[in-house]
Structure formats: C-alpha cells, structure tokens
C-alpha cells in the first residue's frame, strides 16, 4: 500500500545506471560514502498523512526530474519503420525505378537487377519493365502490363509480356531416365516471346486462362564447359539442328477446393494445354497436356498437414515432328526432385510426386520431412510408378499470411545431398 | 551481481522504514484518491515507441523490476484509489444504464453528421485506411474503417469494448460508431497522404475515393466507421507498461506494479483485448484549473472480442505470444505431435458470424490467455491483482451487459445475442476462476449485528459448497505495530460476526482487528487470511484495513 520504497525507486531504470551499477551506489549510499541520502540531507519532519507521503514522494522526483527518450537502438528502428527503405527499394522504387531480387528460372544462382514499375496502387492497369542478372552470368529484360491489375475486383485480367532470356549454362545430361550424372554439359539458350492473355476468375474457386505469343530460341554452346555438343552428338539430339520461331497458344483450368484458413486445407487441380507451332517448319509441332494434383491433409489438426502433388506433363510431336530438347520439360531440382540436381532428367514426358509431413514450428514457421519420385520418358507407355528416381530429405518453410515466403531444403537420394534455399510455394 | 542488487534494495528499504517509524494507518487512510495531479508546467517529452523493438524486445528480455511482489499503489483497502490512470466508476458507485451506454461521451461529442468532414490527415494507402477529419464544429477525430468484408466488426469492437473500459474504471477516448457520407469528404488544401513506404504526397480527391473503394456501404450510401475524438490535451505518446517517466514528477509508481495495469489483464483476457500494449494507450499532458499533469488512456480497442485489427481476429492470438520461444522450442521437438490449443478450438459460429469472429467462451481459460507478447505488468500480476479485477468485473450485471453490447449495433440479432451470451460466460468463467484463487470474501461493512461481509462467489452462484468462517478478533496498536489477541477464533456460518468490545481505557490508536479465514474442503485457497482493521470513531467502528494472505 504505496510502500514508502516507492520514492527511492521512483526514478526511471532507463535513466539510471545498469542495475549492478546502481547496486554499488545504492549501498555506497546507505553506508554514508558519496552522496548523502535525502533523508541525511535535512532532518523532515513526520508526515502526518497518506497524502502528504504521496505529495513528498512526488516532489521529490520534481526536483530530479530526466528527459524520457528511448535508447539509440530504439530511435534507428523507429526510423526505419517511417521509412522502410527495403519496401522502398524493391517494392515501390525511386519515381517506380527500383531494386529487383529473384525472377529467374531454378537454378540461375543469386539473381539482381533493377527495375521499374507503373501504377503501384492501381486497380486498372500496371506495368513492370526489369533487367536482370544473375552469378551464373544469365541475363533476362522483360515487360509486363497487366489491366486490370491483382487489387482489382474484377473477375478477369488480361496481360500483355515481352520478354529476352540469355541463359547461358542451362545443364543437359541427355534424354530420358538412365541420363549419366557424369555426362552433364552445358547450352545456352536464348530465347525471346511476345504473349498476351486473358484470365477469368470469378472466386478463388475456379480459374480458366488462355495464352497466346510467338517465341524465338536461339541455342547455342555453354558458357561453362564442357558444352552440350562435345558430349552429345547434335543431329541425335532432337531440335539443335533448326531452331525455329513458335506460334504458343494455350490454356489452362483450374479448380480450388482448398478452403482459405491460415494453413490451407483441401485439393486442387490444375490442366494445361499448350501448343507450339512453328512459324517456318513444323518439323518441331508439338502439343503439351499437363496435369496436376495437389492436396493438403491435416492429421487431425492443422499443425500437422500432410500435403501431396502429383504432377504429370506429356508433350507429343505432331506426325513425324520432334520435340525440340529444350522445350522439353525437366525434373530435379528445388521445385521437382529434390535430391537432384537442377535440369537433371529431360525427356517428352514426366510424372512427378512429391509427399511431405508438415508440423507447425510457429505460426509462421513449418518443418517438414519429405520424400520425392519421378521419372522422364518418351513412351506414353512407360507411364506408371516404375523406374522411378526417389530422393528424401528435411526441410523448414515461413509463411506469411499470403503465402510461403521461403524455403529451405535439404536432400538426398543416390547423387548425394543437395541443399536449396527457394522462394515461392512449392506446393 | 543480481544478487548484490537485491541486497542493495533490502538495504534501502530497511533504510526508509526505520528512518520513517511510520504508523500503519495515517488519519486520511483509506486513500480513496491519489493526487497525482501535481503541477507539471514543463510538457514532458513526446515519446514514440518503435514497433518491432517493442515486439521483439518484450520476447527476449523481462523489462520491469527484478522483484516481483503486490501491487503498490493500493490503499489500505487494497483497493485503487482515483488517479490519473484510473477512476473507480461501476463498482464503487452505480452507474446507470444510461451512463453506462454514454459511456466516456460528451454531450455534443459525436462527429457532426450533416456537416462537411473535412480531411486534414491520411497515414496510408494500405487496405484500411486512416483518416483525421474536422467536423463543422471544428472537433477533431481518428476515422477508423471495418474490414470490407467484416463491414461492423472494428467498429462494433471498439464502441463495446470503448464504453466496457471506461465502466471499469480506464481513461479512454470517446469513441463513436459514425456513418460516413462519402460525398461529404473533403480535402484541407495542402493535406498530404503518407504511404507504406514513407512517402508523402497531396492527397487529392481522386485518391480519397480510391482508397475508401472497398469499404461497404449502407442502404442510403453511408460507410460505417469508427471516429475517436482528440483526446483532450497535448498527446505525449505511448505509456510503457514498466518504470516510470523520468519527466513526469507525478509518475513515481513503476508502471509493472500499478494494481489498474496489472489487473488489466483479467479484463483484457475477459474481452479478449489481445492487443494490449504500449503502442495501444497514450498519455496526454492536460491542463485543469490552470495545473498541468499527464493523463493516461487506453487507445485502440478495435482489436478485443473476434476482431482483429483488420477483420477476423487471428487464430492463435490469445492462445499464446507472439513468438512464444517456450512454444516453439517445445513444437519444434514434438514432430507434430504437440498440439498448440488454438487448432483444438471449434470456433462455434465462424466464419458465418461477420462480427462476432473468433469469439468464444468453450476454450477459454482465463489463467491461459496470452496478449500479443509479454507485458511487465501482466506477468507481475498476483492473485489478489487478479481478485481485485474480477470483483469489478463482475460489478456489470448481465442486463448492463446486454446494454453495452446494444451500442456496437451489430445488426444481425442472432449474432448479437451470441455476442452477449459468449461475454457473460467468459466473465463467469474468469471470476470464478479468480475467485478460487484467493478468500473470495469482500464488501465488508459495520452494521448493526457486528461485521458484515459477502462471499463473492457465493453471490455470483458459483459453486461454494457450504463454507464456515474462523473469526478471532486482535487488537492492533498502530503507534508501534504490534497486535494483541482478544478473543480465541471461533467457527460460525453467518456471514456476520459481533464485534468486541475494546478493553476500557483503550486509546484513539488502539485498533480491532478481525482476521477471517473460509473454511471449504474443495476449495482449500478460501482458506487465506483476511484481516479486516476496524478504526474506532466518534459514529462507531470505520473499516480501515483490509489485508488479503499471509
């Protein structure tokens, strides 16, 4: 009950010395060293009332009376929270000019560049333009407008892009499943596309878009060596000879059933169709299906989910045409097969599982145990759970409320241990 | 060296107390009001807290004093006396039900609806919007939106909760739930809108109409709102809940052991108030009668019951911190196999309830809800802290209850009344928790039998079995301190005991003491002393004490 201690501990900790410090001085004090008490400074005499104990106390401390700031570590925070130049300088720029991380395909290494963008905070149109540049010394331009744009209510999008890809060291261990680790070469591929496409999506529930463009590739000798060419022989590996320019049309579908909690719960699927036809030759005509399925289970509750994909993507050549190699899907790598290396397996068709056990760490915070198998092959015939490669590893995923941010993995199978650190939902 | 400071303060305090040779109780004791309105002439420093320091440092270290103990701004009732942090409003002095739905308003203190708002700040360009307008009667307010999809679940949070804490004794804005008409908006020429990324720019009218786009309109074209006026006074910024302010003569009370911040969390975990913080109240250095002093307020009660700060209050909010490292040490190990509660709760009515949310009683358990990150005077709270909340809790009856939640108009009746019937149970549930906790005795009186006084959880029917009390009487010397037995304890039923008479020739200073001790073999913490101190007077005996445990 208003303890009479409350005077001598009235004054603020902050602005006193570090608690042993103040120890030293506090008994310095009451053993008559230093500064005398103010109780030794007059003799007061007996207050006679609650109140006037309280008003003493109070002006006691008037006459001490300190500056109240926060410390230096606070006062830098604080004024990087007014002014967030991270989101400043990657998110809305300097007059929309601004900083770019990210962007290019899985394995391209750290990828930096700049950037600018149009109609941040607009709901009707917007458009992106960025260079970009990784360490493996590949270089991307692309332009995007976007009308109306994600913060529109409207149930459909169209867009518009432009993009130049120099990847220069794109790996090739050669077609199909029994492809030796040991043979892996090197090609680059340049490529240029203009696309346009529309996206209908009246509720988070369904989705359908189509596509069109035209894509130009160039494919040339790897940076790094040996070069796809001196390991493999060019005229047996199909679309080295002629590369030729595409019409791309396609179109996709989509169907979310997962609910919209924080760890979403449910299944998803997703088909595609594409079609590559050359502008001069159909000696590469070819037509892509692909379909994916992806489910996520809570054991019980949702901090345990045991989350499925399995995905599959057949590419047939139109009568006696080939599927150029390098528009031929691969698996392996941070968003396929983990254990191995990116670009790892390449063939005309694929099948891809991926299983993983979830557990909620925190809030924003997942571990994850998983296991990964597929296979490439040319044969429709082949497909079915044979043959297939099979890593396993560990893993930690942070969310926000949006989404998965980031991901860390690390893997294994019978090429050894690979560790991917990748941003983006996986699945 | 911690235990050097810990003998230092022994050494301090042996120090006082000997020098003082004060007497337990002075004249004026109980002190119903702390005159902590002494003249501050100089405005203290206008403080502004960083977020992410606040958040993480709270995670990581326990800021406050080393000795965790009672409160100590209690009176000898151990009750708060007036201050300017707290007034004892419902639970001294019945309010009406009209005080209680006015609440902290001033007459005229609604924003004026026919008039132009005129806009002279906007902080963001985010989702929600915030904007400061002056009415035609030149009264300033913090316009608030709801969530687009939750058109009434800010606003309704922050009206309730708004006149729940003022009823229970807090200084807090007046905040009202306003019905904006978009067409009278306007600029103040020259207003700038600051972004997300700390830029500023004119605001324009295009922008405004942008940035209101979303929220959803009324039958005659009106957005729902929350507008909180000024707060009277110059704004200091945020209170911290530990220490003092070094500029502030008035502040010599360590915020962690103020009895109104500690038992705030009884309330805050009644309304589920998660967001209690620093960066949630504010202080205000405010001129009366010509004397200048710093008051303290609650802000931003749009984040209690199922709300959050946008929309439905997350999940796990209330269940633990933040970042709870105890939590996530034990999740990380567990494999899955751990649990956190929050996933095993079975939200009723979400997501259909667009007001009520994450708002429910079946989970709740007082002693384990959590705010957003630890808070100095919350894990400082003791059980008498706790008692003392519960007990003006409770002071709001269920018909008053019902009233207060009427001011959120929540329009659909159904979800109101499971509003209602989910914040009576949480406030049973939470009293008689805390009740169990302590000798739940108190409103103690002289009257004409001898000393009467009530059993709490008797009173609010919760189970009490059938509970004695063991009474004996002392006599208590407040020259020197000492006590002296008068009358051997005796065990009775009555919830009213004789009072002795004191030896003839007994002085002024010579005091009863009744020591009082429930006896119920299911509930074995009732059995905690309780002196009860009565003054003799010239009109009879004045109750002057009441200590609670050993």
Redesign the interface.
Same mark, same amino acid.
């Given at each position: 009950?208003?303890?009479?201690?409350?005077?001598?501990?009235?004054?603020?900790?902050?602005?006193r010395p570090w %608690?042993?410090f /103040? $120890?030293?001085l506090?008994?310095a004090a009451?053993l008559g060293f230093g500064a005398p #008490?103010p109780?030794q400074e007059a003799a007061p005499a007996? %207050?006679?009332? /609650? $109140?006037e104990?309280?008003?003493k106390?109070?002006?006691e401390?008037?006459k001490n #009376?300190?500056?109240?700031?926060?410390s230096k570590?606070?006062?830098r925070?604080?004024k990087?929270?007014?002014?967030?130049l991270a989101?400043?300088l990657f998110?809305?720029g300097f007059q929309g000019f601004r900083a770019v991380i990210g962007g290019m395909p899985s394995g391209s290494g750290f990828v930096f560049g700049a950037g600018y963008l149009y109609g941040l905070?607009s709901?009707q149109f917007q458009f992106t333009a960025n260079a970009r540049r990784s360490t493996r010394g590949y270089t991307t331009f692309d332009a995007l407008a976007e009308f109306p744009t994600r913060l529109s209510?409207l149930p459909i999008r169209a867009h518009l892009l432009a993009q130049y890809q120099d990847l220069t060291a794109l790996s090739f261990y050669g077609l199909g499943g029994d492809s030796s680790r040991e043979r892996r070469s090197f090609f680059q591929m340049e490529d240029r596309r203009l696309s346009g496409g529309l996206t209908y999506r009246p509720g988070h529930r369904f989705e359908i878009g189509a596509q069109a463009g035209l894509l130009s590739v160039n494919i040339g000798s790897g940076s790094r060596r040996p070069s796809f060419e001196t390991v493999f022989d060019p005229s047996a590996t199909p679309g080295v000879g002629e590369q030729p320019e595409f019409w791309v049309s396609g179109g996709q579908v989509g169907f979310n059933l997962h609910d919209q909690?924080?760890r979403p719960a449910g299944v998803s699927f997703e088909l595609g169709l594409q079609r590559y036809d050359g502008r001069d030759s159909d000696a590469h005509d070819f037509t892509r299906v692909s379909g994916e399925i992806q489910a996520h289970i809570p054991?019980?509750?949702?901090?345990?989910i045991f989350a499925l994909r399995l995905r599959s993507s057949h590419s047939s050549g139109d009568a006696d045409a080939e599927v150029p190699f390098y528009l031929m899907e691969t698996i392996g790598g941070a968003r396929t097969l983990r254990g191995f290396n990116e670009y790892r397996f390449r063939d005309r068709r694929n099948l891809l599982i991926n299983a993983e056990?979830?557990?909620?760490?925190?809030?924003y915070?997942d571990?994850g145990v998983f296991a990964d198998a597929g296979k490439v092959f040319s044969d429709s015939g082949d497909f079915g759970f044979s043959n297939l490669q099979a890593g396993y590893g560990v893993g930690a995923r942070i969310h926000t409320?949006t989404g998965t941010t980031l991901r860390f993995d690390l893997a294994r199978s019978n090429e050894g241990i690979k560790l991917h650190i990748s941003g983006g939902p996986r699945f | 060296?911690?235990g050097?400071?810990k003998?230092?303060?022994l050494?301090?305090?042996g120090?006082?107390?000997a020098?003082?040779?004060?007497p337990k109780f002075?004249?004026?004791?109980p002190?119903w009001e702390?005159?902590?309105r002494?003249d501050t002439p100089?405005q203290?420093?206008e403080?502004?807290?960083?977020?992410?320091?606040d958040r993480f440092s709270h995670i990581f270290y326990d800021f406050g004093?080393?000795q965790y103990g009672e409160a100590?701004?209690?009176?000898?009732l151990?009750e708060v006396p007036d201050s300017s942090w707290y007034t004892n409003r419902h639970a001294k002095r019945r309010m009406s039900l009209e005080e209680l739905v006015r609440g902290p308003d001033s007459p005229g203190g609604a924003p004026d609806r026919e008039g132009v708002w005129t806009v002279f700040r906007s902080k963001t360009?985010g989702l929600t919007p915030g904007f400061q307008i002056e009415d035609r009667k030149g009264d300033r307010y913090v316009i608030k939106f709801n969530a687009p999809e939750n058109p009434e679940i800010n606003s309704s949070s922050e009206v309730i909760a708004t006149k729940l804490f003022y009823a229970l004794g807090y200084n807090v804005p007046e905040n009202y739930l306003a019905f904006i008409d978009p067409s009278k908006l306007e600029i103040k020429p020259g207003t700038k809108i600051k972004?997300?990324?700390?830029?500023e720019e004119l605001l324009t009218q295009d922008q405004l109409r942008?940035l209101i786009?979303?929220a959803q309109r009324e039958p005659d074209g009106t957005i729902r709102v929350t507008a909180s006026k000024y707060i009277d006074g110059v704004p200091l910024g945020p209170h911290r809940y530990f220490?003092?302010?070094?500029?502030?003569?008035?502040?010599?009370?360590?915020h962690e052991n103020r009895r109104e911040l500690r038992g705030l969390r009884v309330f805050s975990s009644w309304v589920n108030h998660d967001d209690t913080r620093a960066q949630n109240s504010q202080d205000a250095w405010v001129e009366e009668d010509g004397k200048h002093y710093v008051r303290h307020y609650l802000l931003d009660l749009g984040s209690c019951f199922g709300s959050g700060s946008i929309g439905f209050q997350?999940?796990?909010l209330s269940y633990h911190y933040?970042?709870d490292l105890e939590?996530?040490k034990k999740?990380?190990k567990?494999?899955?196999l751990?649990?956190?509660t929050y996933?095993?709760v079975e939200w009723p009515h979400y997501p259909e309830y667009k007001t009520a949310g994450r708002f429910e009683a079946e989970s709740y358990r007082p002693h384990e809800w959590r705010n957003d990150y630890r808070n100095p005077a919350f894990v400082r709270m003791t059980d008498r802290d706790a008692f003392w909340a519960a007990k003006i809790m409770m002071a709001l009856e269920p018909d008053e209850l019902r009233a207060l939640v009427r001011t959120g108009l929540i329009s659909d009746p159904e979800e109101e009344q499971y509003f209602y019937a989910v914040l009576l149970e949480r406030q049973r549930k939470t009293a008689e928790f805390y009740f169990n906790r302590v000798n739940p005795l108190d409103q103690f009186r002289v009257g004409g039998a001898g000393l009467e006084f009530t059993h709490l959880s008797e009173k609010y029917g919760f189970p009490s079995g059938a509970p004695t009390y063991r009474i004996g009487w002392s006599l208590f010397d407040n020259r020197d301190g000492t006590y002296r037995e008068l009358t051997e304890p005796q065990q009775q039923k009555e919830r009213v005991v004789a009072i002795p008479a004191r030896p003839r020739g007994s002085g002024p200073e010579l005091f009863l003491v009744a020591e009082i001790h429930t006896l119920e073999p299911d509930h074995p913490a009732w059995n905690q002393r309780i002196g009860v101190t009565l003054r003799p007077g010239s009109g009879g005996y004045e109750i002057v004490g009441i200590e609670r445990g050993p």
């Open positions: 009950m208003f303890s009479p201690a409350v005077a001598a501990r009235a004054r603020s900790i902050r602005t %608690p042993p /103040r $120890a030293a506090a008994i009451g #008490l109780a007996e %207050p006679s009332s /609650r $109140a104990i309280l008003l106390q109070r002006q401390k008037q #009376l300190e500056p109240y700031t926060i570590w606070e006062q925070l604080l990087s929270e007014k002014r967030p989101q400043k998110v809305k905070n709901d209510d909690e924080f054991l019980g509750y949702r901090n345990r056990y979830r557990w909620e760490v925190w809030n915070l571990f409320p | 060296m911690r050097l400071w003998l230092s303060t050494l301090l305090l120090i006082s107390a020098a003082l040779g004060a002075y004249p004026d004791d002190v702390d005159n902590d002494l100089e203290p420093a403080l502004e807290l960083s977020d992410i320091y004093s080393r100590e701004n209690v009176n000898t151990d360009q972004d997300l990324y700390g830029d942008w786009r979303k220490e003092t302010r070094s500029d502030d003569p008035n502040d010599v009370i360590p997350l999940p796990w933040w970042m939590l996530i999740n990380a567990s494999f899955g751990h649990t956190p996933h095993k």
